[in-house]
Structures are given as C-alpha cells and as structure tokens.
C-alpha cells in the first residue's frame, strides 16, 4: 500500500483516507470525537498513543478539508445506517439475538 504525506504527521492512503502518520487512527475519528464536543485533553486520554500534536494536524488537515471531510463522514453514517437496519430486519439475525439474550438470562438466572 502506497501512501503520500500531506501535511506534516498526516498521510493518505491508497482510498485518500487521511491517517494521523504511524498509526491506525483515520483524521474522520478525530474530527467526529472533536465534533462531539470533545477537547483535544480527552481525545488524547481515549486515544494514549497519539500526542496533542498529532491531534492538533488531523484537526488542522479536517478543518482545511471541511466540506469533504464532512459529506464523507455522512455517507459512512448513512452506509451503517442502511447495513444496521437490514441487519434488524433479517429474521435469522433476530432468531440468533433471541438465542444469545436467552443463554445470557439463563446464566444470569443461574448466578442470581
């Protein structure tokens, strides 16, 4: 897999995912957690192998890519959306769920 660095501790993939360099972390993840209300502390404790400057360049590289980053983001949520709904419309995943709730209360009923 090729990969070309764009800004400095951020990389592209073959896809044009932007990665913090070095690491598995896609720039997407830290925008949302960003986006939801996070600071830049917290990100850093949830995410302890990436430093405040790795943090600050995937939030530099989002905030100049904004408006593809976000219709991004969007479709990837829409895509889940789709796959999560199928997925709970599908009656033999809703006999399996059924199956492992029940084996759980009776484990739990066992403990009690």
């Given amino acids: 897999m090729s990969t070309l660095a764009v800004l400095p501790g951020i990389r592209l993939d073959d896809d ?6 070095g690491t598995r972390i896609m720039v997407s993840l ?3 957690e960003k986006n939801g209300g996070w600071a830049e502390a917290e990100i850093q404790r949830q995410h302890p ?4 400057a790795q943090i600050h360049a995937a939030l530099a590289y989002y905030y100049d890519h ?3 980053m976000d219709a991004s983001i ?3 949520y ?3 959306r789709r796959a999560w709904e199928a997925q709970n419309e599908d ?3 809703l006999a399996r769920e059924r199956a492992l709730k029940e084996r759980y209360q009776a484990i739990m009923d066992k403990t009690a």
């Fill in 49 to 52: 192998s990436i430093t405040l």
């Fill in 78 to 80: 829409q895509a889940y």
């Fill in 91 to 93: 009656p033999s995943h």
């Fill in 74 to 76: 969007a479709e990837s």
């Fill in 66 to 68: 904004k408006t593809a």
């Fill in 16 to 21: 044009g995912t932007a990665w913090i360099d």
């Fill in 30 to 32: 830290i925008a949302c």
